[in-house]
């Protein structure tokens, strides 16, 4: 049992009882003392001349006190001999309390240098003269100005059914507090990515008709990506939200509940009094009974702190100055810092948009929003796509090589008009060439047929296929070996007149 000073009044019931005729154990019965106490301060009393059929009159003050002081060990400071020993070690045990080792550990190392005193008293010492186990001050910080801030915290609710997983999962809620009026508003969700939280604050602004003008939030990732006592990192995403809403992000410090007090403590009162016991069918049936929880139940309560209904304060003083609420959904970006590959290509949330061939090798930043893709390079707007499907592509012929587009986007009217400025006859050729099912599959001819022009000139690739669209010869092997032999001017031989031979086994038709 651990040690407890016993009281003056407590002493004087323990004699009186014995004085009326009760036992040892009767008087530790009901004056809750240990026996073994009950006994010693019933011999000191004896021991003092108080006799038991002499009445309760004999409990005088002075009495008591000579009995105290026969029970009660000297302590000239108020301590016993275990406090004493470990007086001259006061500096050595403060430097451990203060490097944060725990009491058993300061306990053993005492014990290695011969100071072995009880637990309790170890306790009570650092306690009291080593700033072991204190708590910081704190001070309530006032509410502010109606229709101003409000603060933000996610919180653990439990297990829930999900039809789309097929199992049970942790069930989260985005709790949204008026700091002013106390008036609330739950939103749960089973993940914490930026979109999720940025649906919560949707639905919010939704909820009490105005957006606040400050937020308080926790430093959940979605929204704090590095976090500082003074200068945090915010997500980028969530930067833009704040922007396109009007707020101000004013976002808690890392392990100091004490910046968002109003919504901490409304955390388990949501999860006692929303989810506790309850059965839901589902995500949307728990939402919806959510708000109805925060309109009724949290909102009509007497608030212990306020004294006044939180739904009726908020309605009446802080719901006429809060900013609009918005009117159209937000419309979420996604932003990626991909590296231009060789193919002059950037991924953006999987689909392929063109940027200019100066920048390979270089990362850029990429905003996408449900209509156009925005690339920046060194803070400047380089290129606007419009947005493509997964597996799209977007290519601008500008950004490609000079005379590389036309083969990368499989342009042939581009490539027939590029053949044609080498002569009539070359265009003419290009376009029989191309006159095909999948005329991508001659491109690679027709740029021999242009390379032939480089090389041999365009008067003689001019005339030679000039003579053979004449006899109608579609082969650009053909055109090379003329320029080659020189005999682009010789006229080429008619093509030979085909032969039909009679079957062998034909079969002579018989009249029916």
């Given at each position: 049992?651990?040690?407890r000073?016993v009281?003056?009044f407590e002493i004087r ?14 008087i530790a ?8 106490t009950v006994r010693?301060?019933?011999a000191?009393?004896?021991?003092a ?6 009445g ?13 002081d ?5 302590r000239?400071g108020?301590h016993?001999v ?5 007086v ?8 451990w309390?203060?490097r944060?080792l725990r009491?058993t550990?300061i306990?053993e ?6 100071v072995?005193?009880?637990?309790r008293t170890?306790?009570r010492?650092?306690?009291e003269?080593?700033g ?8 309530r910080v006032?509410?502010g100005?109606p ?6 915290d996610?919180?653990?609710?439990g297990?829930l ?10 069930l989260g ?5 008026a700091?002013?009026?106390?008036h609330?508003f739950?939103?749960l969700?089973f993940?914490?990515?930026l979109?999720d939280?940025?649906d919560?604050?949707?639905a919010?602004w939704?909820?009490?008709?105005g957006?606040f003008r400050?937020?308080i939030?926790d430093?959940v990732?979605a929204?704090v990506?590095?976090?500082?006592d003074?200068n945090p990192?915010?997500n980028?995403g ?7 809403r009007?707020f101000v ?9 004490r ?7 409304m955390v388990?009162y949501v999860r ?15 939402q ?17 702190t ?7 304060v ?20 996604i ?5 231009v ?14 940027v200019p061939?100066?920048?390979i090798?270089?990362?850029v930043?990429a905003?996408a ?10 803070g ?6 419009p947005r493509?499907?997964?597996?799209g592509?977007?290519?601008d012929?500008a950004?490609?090589?000079?005379g590389?587009?036309?083969?990368a986007?499989?342009d042939?009217?581009s490539l ?6 080498v002569?009539a ?8 060439l191309?006159d ?9 001819q ?5 390379g ?9 690739v001019e ?7 004449a ?7 053909l055109?090379?070996?003329i ?6 001017h010789a006229e080429?031989?008619?093509l030979p ?5 009679p079957l062998?086994?034909a ?6």
């Amino acid at each position: 049992m651990a040690f407890r000073e016993v009281a003056m009044f407590e002493i004087r019931e323990v004699l009186r009882l014995w004085l009326g005729g009760e036992g040892v154990r009767s008087i530790a019965r009901l004056a809750q003392l240990d026996r073994k106490t009950v006994r010693r301060y019933v011999a000191a009393a004896e021991a003092a001349g108080v006799v038991r059929g002499g009445g309760v009159d004999q409990l005088s003050d002075a009495l008591i006190g000579v009995v105290c002081d026969k029970v009660r060990p000297a302590r000239p400071g108020g301590h016993g001999v275990a406090w004493e020993a470990l007086v001259p070690h006061e500096e050595l045990i403060r430097g451990w309390v203060n490097r944060e080792l725990r009491l058993t550990k300061i306990a053993e190392l005492l014990a290695r240098r011969g100071v072995a005193v009880p637990y309790r008293t170890l306790h009570r010492f650092a306690v009291e003269r080593c700033g072991f186990g204190q708590r910081h001050l704190t001070v309530r910080v006032a509410d502010g100005e109606p229709g101003v801030e409000c603060q933000v915290d996610f919180g653990r609710m439990g297990l829930l059914f999900d039809p789309v997983a097929g199992r049970r999962r942790v069930l989260g809620a985005l709790i949204v507090t008026a700091v002013y009026s106390r008036h609330c508003f739950v939103w749960l969700t089973f993940r914490q990515r930026l979109v999720d939280v940025i649906d919560g604050f949707e639905a919010a602004w939704l909820f009490f008709g105005g957006v606040f003008r400050v937020v308080i939030p926790d430093c959940v990732k979605a929204i704090v990506v590095e976090a500082d006592d003074v200068n945090p990192r915010f997500n980028e995403g969530f930067v833009e939200y704040a922007q396109s809403r009007g707020f101000v992000v004013d976002p808690a410090r890392v392990r100091h509940p004490r910046d968002k007090p109003r919504v901490e403590r409304m955390v388990s009162y949501v999860r006692g009094s929303f989810f506790g016991g309850e059965d839901f069918v589902d995500l949307a049936d728990a939402q919806r009974r959510a708000e109805q929880w925060c309109r009724v139940t949290a909102g009509l309560r007497l608030h212990g702190t306020t004294q006044r209904r939180p739904v009726e304060v908020f309605a009446a003083e802080e719901a006429p100055l809060l900013l609009p609420a918005p009117e159209l959904p937000y419309d979420l970006p996604i932003y990626a810092h991909p590296k231009v590959h060789r193919d002059h290509h950037v991924e953006v949330a999987k689909a392929l948009y063109s940027v200019p061939g100066q920048l390979i090798g270089h990362h850029v930043e990429a905003r996408a929003d449900s209509q156009l893709v925005k690339i920046f390079w060194r803070g400047g707007l380089i290129k606007v796509h419009p947005r493509q499907p997964p597996g799209g592509r977007c290519t601008d012929p500008a950004d490609l090589p000079t005379g590389r587009d036309v083969y990368a986007l499989r342009d042939i009217a581009s490539l027939t008009r590029q053949a044609g400025l080498v002569g009539a006859s070359v265009g003419e050729y290009a376009r029989q060439l191309l006159d095909v099912e999948l005329p991508w599959t001659r491109m690679r001819q027709v740029y021999r047929l242009l390379g032939l022009a480089r090389r041999f000139g365009d008067d003689r690739v001019e005339t030679a296929c000039a003579q053979a669209l004449a006899v109608d010869v579609i082969d650009v092997g053909l055109i090379a070996r003329i320029l080659e032999r020189g005999r682009e001017h010789a006229e080429l031989p008619p093509l030979p007149v085909a032969q039909v031979l009679p079957l062998r086994f034909a079969r002579h038709e018989v009249a029916r």
